[in-house]
């Protein structure tokens, strides 16, 4: 399944390495970073996010995926495994 990750350059709560991680560990995702950016990129950079999100074909449905102390890498590749076995199944 196709998965966009976009991740302010300058987020605390989400720290870019952490947006690097699920890239690496999510096969055939893209990410986009965007400079100058904090936490919440939909707000503080709106054009450039909807810009990104409108590049996505209309068919995809977005899925946030939030990797923080509260919910570690492991348990989001694990959320992301079921997804990717659910879409095999159908």
Not at 81 to 90: M, N, S
């Given at each position: 399944?196709?998965?966009?990750?976009?991740?302010?350059?300058?987020?605390?709560?989400?720290?870019?390495?952490?947006?690097?991680?699920?890239?690496?560990?999510?096969?055939?995702?893209?990410?986009?970073v965007?400079?100058?950016?904090?936490?919440?990129?939909?707000?503080?950079?709106?054009?450039?996010?909807?810009?990104?999100?409108?590049?996505?074909?209309?068919?995809?449905?977005?899925?946030?995926?939030?990797?923080?102390?509260?919910?570690?890498?492991?348990?989001?590749?694990?959320?992301v495994?079921?997804?990717?076995?659910?879409?095999?199944?159908?």
């Open positions: 399944m196709p998965t966009l990750i976009i991740n302010g350059e300058k987020d605390r709560d989400v720290p870019l390495a952490c947006a690097q991680k699920a890239h690496e560990c999510i096969a055939g995702s893209q990410l986009y965007l400079k100058d950016c904090g936490h919440w990129p939909q707000r503080e950079m709106p054009d450039e996010f909807n810009h990104v999100v409108g590049k996505l074909p209309g068919c995809l449905k977005l899925t946030m995926i939030a990797c923080s102390p509260a919910l570690s890498l492991v348990r989001v590749l694990r959320v495994k079921a997804r990717d076995r659910a879409t095999e199944r159908q």
